[in-house]
């Protein structure tokens, strides 16, 4: 805002662009008017359902995984800030989580075994059956590495800690959830339980 003498034709007053005119006791001034307030843009208001969105989902898991698992991960963050800033871009405008192969239930340095396969167990209702290559005896990984899973049916999640190790080369699990659409993303951590893989995602309509 600025302050200014008043020319031959009197005092400026009212707006023309971005400038208005005004007086006060006397005192003639003119300032700028403000810009649009770009903190309720559209794009923000879908940012905004996003991040709420993924922090509540981080804050149900906060003991179950985020701070057994990402915390090992997560630097000079939380394991909570990294959850979100991983998974935010899965959620949609509307806040629901839409992308489940973008989703992340796990990070972490070891390596998942290879050609890991999920499918529906036809002779047991809601069951699973989970197959891999163990590669342990090559140095990748160790033998004792449990598998862990993260299961998404409806609005329910379910974090399964089983006994399978690495060198079983496969698990039946029988899960919580009723017949359908199922959401499963697997992972392995150590036995002492202080390194963990990335997950594979699998979707499977279970029986």
């Keep these: 805002m600025g302050k200014y003498n008043q020319g031959i034709l009197g005092p400026f ?7 208005v005119g005004s007086s006060w006791k006397g005192v003639n001034y003119i300032k700028s008017l403000p810009g649009p307030n770009a903190s309720n843009t559209e794009g923000q208001q879908k940012q905004r359902s996003r991040f709420k969105a993924v922090v509540s989902f981080a804050s149900s898991l906060l003991e179950t995984l985020i701070r057994p698992v990402w915390n090992l991960s997560a ?20 806040g629901d989580l839409s992308n489940f192969s973008q989703f992340r239930a796990s990070v972490g340095n070891l390596s998942l ?11 047991v209702s809601s069951g699973i059956e989970i197959s891999w290559k163990d590669e ?6 160790n033998a004792g590495d449990k598998l862990h899973l993260l299961v998404m049916s409806g609005d329910k999640v379910h974090i399964l800690h089983t006994n399978a190790a690495r060198s079983d080369q496969s698990a039946e699990v029988t899960l919580p959830v009723d017949p359908g659409a199922t959401h499963i993303y697997a992972f392995f951590g150590t036995a002492e339980a202080d390194e963990y893989s990335l997950d594979q995602y699998q979707m499977v309509n279970v029986t």
């Design 13 to 19: 007053t009212g707006k023309v662009g971005s400038v």
């Design 75 to 94: 630097g000079k963050m939380t394991g909570y800030n990294l959850f979100v800033k991983t998974n935010i871009a899965a959620f949609d405008e509307t």
């Design 113 to 123: 075994p290879a050609n890991l396969t999920i499918q529906d167990d036809t002779e």
């Design 136 to 141: 342990s005896a090559t140095g990748v990984g």
